[in-house]
């Protein structure tokens, strides 16, 4: 029939148009969290303390869980006061949650059983729960940047657009990274609010874990967690772009969507 | 072909049976009730055959196809119309934008048809409507393609009587079209208005196939009788009289034939009389104990939550209790 398109389309098209009011409020928000962040700068610039003396100072792990380099700078200012914090951490946990919702969910309140009445395959359910997310992430990294780069020149400084087109692009890897563990939580744990915390506590852990790793002797450990692959403060303050990081990100996705594929497929609706 | 063949099929939760030997065959263009109390394994046994579950042991065909392969029973759902009795729909969406969705998924032929019918207001969000308007939506999108084979688990429990018999009359109409249907329900009446066989699930095994024929012919003739003579009850004490209630008017349910009550009622001077089936519920009791909840009584006991909860013991109850977190 001429109305009727590819199940894992259609499932991501109508959560992501389910998601669209929630995204820009979303968008909106971080946005102007951005903003406030960035007209705080030139009284902390002028004050005349060394603040890359202070922050110096902090314990090495708080500097690595903080990606604290350099904070005298825009690039570093914006890397630790917004990067590091809201992109990598908030957006990513909010991610997680988000995701670990959808599948569970669906379950739970028997709506994957009307989806699954109809000639749809489990996989197809879990591409386009995928997929649905995926606007948003897109949404964030496309609006952000500007946003930033405007509200940069508006407080009379000047950043590198490479560097901020950078910290964005990396950061598609990583959130989609983020919504894959979602996903997988979400097939592993029959009920939603559980797999929710579970993605969000397992992404937070995995941050925390990184962070203290990467100050003792057993630092490669810590890259099993996502975020040792996303590094806002690298590439803002040093122009450093971690490329493979990138692809290991977009690995770790396909193996996570993968395992929710397998899990799913095999799983009893037990709503 | 039959429409549906179910050969021994079993699903336990853990240790918990849902259904157990379940074996029956749904012709071509037949209507076949499911009838047991909540718990019986109703919902166990369609949410089995959609795939929504993996058999412990047995199998099904659902039009020609295999229900436990995933990629048949794909082929089958693409005509296959399931409506739940308390389906989960999306309350932050309208009703448009959800069928919009069922219909990029299954097929929309008859959508529009069937919205006017039932008179639904599409624009609204589903959280907004009520129990029945929500199953309405439900209704739209089991019917929409029109599917040959209708899985209808408690389907009229939200419906106001008025719309249970458009229900009604859309099922026949489905079915003159060609179309089999396995209806489960807790209601008898539903399930005899509708069914040409009836099988009768009880603790997850199936008691008895009987046509609604052979039902209601045991459950024998209501008889109300009036007479002018003062009505001795010793005089109506006899074979074949049963439940008799002996007042202004004697009433009685009669399982014996015709000629011997009309012998019975001979002696008398009848005023008015009145013979009617019985209710099925009498002869559907004769499968349980006469203890068992449900189809007796039947509007008890029902908290509008489905059989599910009931039907899959304690992994579902805990699933429930956590559906408010969402």
């Not at chain 1, 950043?159 to 996903?183: D, K, N, Q, S, W």
């Not at chain 2, 069928?99 to 008179?119: I, K, M, Y």
């Not at chain 2, 009848?270 to 104990?289: G, H, I, N, S």
């Amino acid at each position: 029939m001429s109305d009727r398109s590819a199940p894992w389309l259609a499932i991501a098209r109508y959560e992501a148009a389910g998601r669209a009011r929630g995204s820009v409020v979303l968008t909106g928000l971080l946005s102007g969290f951005l903003l406030l962040f960035l007209a705080f700068f030139p009284s902390m610039s002028s004050a005349g303390i060394d603040l890359d003396a202070y922050v110096e100072s902090f314990p090495p792990a708080f500097q690595e869980a903080f990606g604290i380099i350099s904070i005298s700078t825009i690039e570093g200012f914006l890397a630790v006061e917004f990067y590091q914090f809201a992109w990598l951490l908030l957006v990513g946990l909010y991610l997680a949650y988000l995701s670990g919702g959808t599948i569970a969910g669906d379950v739970a309140s028997g709506r994957m059983d009307l989806t699954l009445s109809a000639p749809v395959a489990r996989r197809d359910v879990v591409f386009g729960r995928f997929l649905g997310l995926v606007p948003l992430v897109v949404l964030l990294n496309a609006v952000l940047p500007i946003v930033a780069y405007v509200g940069v020149l508006a407080v009379g400084e000047t950043i590198a657009v490479e560097r901020l087109v950078a910290v964005h692009a990396l950061a598609v890897p990583y959130h989609l990274c983020c919504v894959a563990i979602g996903i997988a939580v979400s097939t592993l744990v029959s009920r939603a609010g559980i797999a929710q915390r579970v993605a969000l506590g397992g992404l937070f852990a995995l941050f925390m874990f990184e962070s203290l790793a990467a100050s003792s002797e057993y630092d490669r450990a810590g890259s099993i967690s996502p975020t040792a692959h996303y590094d806002p403060s690298a590439i803002l303050v040093n122009a450093e772009y971690d490329v493979v990081g990138a692809a290991v990100l977009l690995a770790a996705t396909a193996a996570l969507v993968l395992l929710a594929v397998l899990r799913f497929r095999r799983a009893d609706l037990a709503g | 072909m039959p429409a549906i063949e179910c050969r021994s099929l079993t699903k336990y939760y853990g240790d918990v049976r849902g259904i157990e030997d379940v074996s029956f065959t749904v012709a071509d263009g037949e209507v076949f009730g499911f009838l047991g109390p909540n718990g019986a394994g109703k919902t166990t046994a369609i949410r089995t055959l959609l795939g929504f579950l993996s058999p412990t042991s047995g199998g099904a065909t659902l039009l020609g196809h295999d229900a436990t392969n995933p990629g048949e029973s794909r082929a089958a759902r693409e005509r296959i119309g399931y409506l739940p009795g308390d389906p989960g729909l999306d309350e932050d969406r309208t009703a448009e934008a959800f069928l919009d969705h069922q219909a990029a998924l299954r097929g929309s032929g008859s959508r529009e048809a069937l919205v006017e019918r039932f008179g639904l207001d599409e624009s609204r969000r589903i959280g907004d409507l009520s129990r029945g308007n929500r199953q309405k939506v439900a209704l739209v999108a089991a019917f929409m393609h029109d599917p040959d084979l209708l899985l209808l688990d408690e389907p009229t429990s939200g419906l106001d009587p008025l719309l249970q018999e458009e229900f009604a009359a859309l099922v026949r109409e489905r079915v003159d079209d060609g179309a089999s249907v396995l209806l489960s329900s807790h209601v008898l009446g539903e399930v005899a208005a509708l069914c040409d066989r009836v099988g009768v699930l009880r603790e997850g095994r199936l008691a008895a196939v009987e046509t609604v024929e052979d039902l209601r012919s045991r459950g024998g003739k209501q008889v109300r009788v009036r007479v002018a003579e003062d009505a001795a009850r010793d005089a109506f004490e006899v074979r074949g009289a049963m439940n008799l209630r002996v007042g202004d008017t004697v009433s009685f349910t009669w399982t014996g034939e015709y000629d011997a009550l009309i012998d019975l009622l001979d002696r008398f001077t009848v005023r008015d009389l009145e013979v009617v089936d019985a209710p099925l519920e009498e002869a559907f009791m004769t499968f349980y104990d006469g203890d068992v909840p449900g189809p007796g009584r039947r509007h008890q006991g029902r908290t509008g939550g489905g059989d599910r909860g009931a039907e899959q013991a304690a992994p579902a109850a805990d699933a429930d209790a956590d559906g408010g977190e969402r």
